[in-house]
Structures are given as structure tokens and as C-alpha cells.
């Protein structure tokens, strides 16, 4: 009787184990703030982030992973990913006004990276 509870509470225990280590959050979080030549926040700027893969031939090509946005009133924009990247941004604003960068997202956090747009 007591080797069949023994058994029946580490099997339970083990089960527990293992539906809460699952639950592990994986998303990628990622901020991007535009501001202009003095630092100050940009609205309305279109932003867009993408890989660029190497191909075998020593090309580069758009990969299809890419999100586009616009930033807001304090000159965010904010995207969610599922897996970890190395990601390319060019942020667009009024006129030929551009700026560009390189983010790293990381498993499980929220990364930031300001783009000066001039």
C-alpha cells in the first residue's frame, strides 16, 4: 500500500514537473525609439525590420523574416518575435530623412535601440 501512494506521488510530481518547465516564455521583445539630429522623439516614421541572409553565391538577400511599423506620439515602435535574430532597421522619415542600425534580440527579453533619422 505504501510502495503504490509512493508511486502515485512521485508520478504526480513528476508530471507537475513537467508542465511547468514548458511554460518558459520565448518571446523576443523589441523597442525601437526614433529621434531626430538633437534627440528628440519622432513620430510618423516608418520602420522596418529584417534579416538579410548570405546566400551560397555571397549575395545578400531580404530573408522573410521582417515587420514594419510606424512610431508613435514618443517615437516607439514596439514588435514582438517568437526566436532570438540578429536584426537589420531603417527607419524613414519625412523626405529623404533615413536612419539605420543593428539589433540582437534576446530570448525571453525586451531589447531597445534608438535610430537617429537624418
Known amino acids: 500500500m505504501k510502495l503504490r501512494l509512493f508511486a502515485a506521488c512521485t508520478g504526480l510530481l513528476f508530471v507537475l514537473g513537467l508542465s511547468t ?4 516564455k520565448t518571446d523576443c521583445k523589441l523597442n ?4 531626430d539630429s538633437k534627440g528628440m522623439p519622432l513620430s510618423n516614421v ?13 549575395s545578400t538577400v531580404e530573408a522573410d523574416l521582417k515587420a514594419e511599423g510606424v512610431s508613435d506620439g514618443s517615437g516607439t515602435s514596439t ?5 532570438p535574430a540578429i536584426l537589420d532597421i531603417r527607419a524613414a522619415g519625412t523626405g ?6 543593428i539589433i540582437k534580440l534576446e530570448e ?11
Open 21 to 24: 518547465s514548458c511554460e518558459k
Open 32 to 35: 525601437i525609439v526614433t529621434v
Open 46 to 58: 516608418k520602420v522596418k525590420v529584417y534579416a538579410n541572409v548570405k546566400t551560397a553565391s555571397g
Open 79 to 83: 514588435y514582438t518575435f517568437k526566436l
Open 96 to 101: 529623404s530623412l533615413v536612419g539605420t542600425g
Open 108 to 118: 525571453g527579453k525586451t531589447v531597445e535601440k534608438t535610430i537617429t533619422v537624418k
